[in-house]
């Protein structure tokens, strides 16, 4: 069973940046797809972005290319998401997922692909 522990939200102003970071236990954390996905008040719960178990593979939603990078340790069992030139639109509940290894990496953009869900955190960027 993994586990999935999301720290690192919090209150920033536009333009400011802040980075998440997801531990993992359980599982073989190196052969997992690490996923970020984010749900606003109102709306869908929709990508951001992922990394494939080998860390050399990544798909970035289009809303935040360029401003955010995801990574991942596998020392650490962590994933990571770098966020920078944050927006107000970026306000969000912000989940770390894991799911099994994915082919092609278009595929990491789907929730149902994933098996473990963290409990989210908390980010809000004001204007």
């Known amino acids: 069973q993994v586990q999935l522990v999301e720290s690192g939200g919090g209150l920033v102003q536009a333009g400011g940046s802040l980075r998440l970071s997801c531990k993992s236990s359980?599982?073989?954390?190196?052969?997992?797809?690490m996923g970020w996905f984010r749900q606003a008040p109102g709306k869908e719960r929709e990508f951001v972005a992922a990394?494939?178990?080998?860390?050399?593979?990544?798909n970035v939603a289009d809303s935040v290319k360029g401003r955010f990078t995801i990574s991942s340790d596998n020392a650490k069992n962590t994933a990571s998401l770098q966020m920078n030139s944050l927006k107000p639109e970026d306000t969000a509940v912000y989940y770390c997922?894991?799911?099994?290894?994915?082919?092609?990496?278009?595929?990491?953009?789907?929730?149902?692909?994933?098996?473990?869900w963290g409990q989210g955190t908390q980010v809000t960027v004001s204007s």
């Open positions: 990394i494939g178990g080998s860390g050399t593979l990544t």
């Open positions: 997922a894991a799911g099994r290894p994915l082919w092609p990496p278009s595929r990491y953009r789907y929730a149902q692909n994933y098996d473990y």
């Open positions: 359980g599982g073989t954390f190196s052969m997992n797809t």
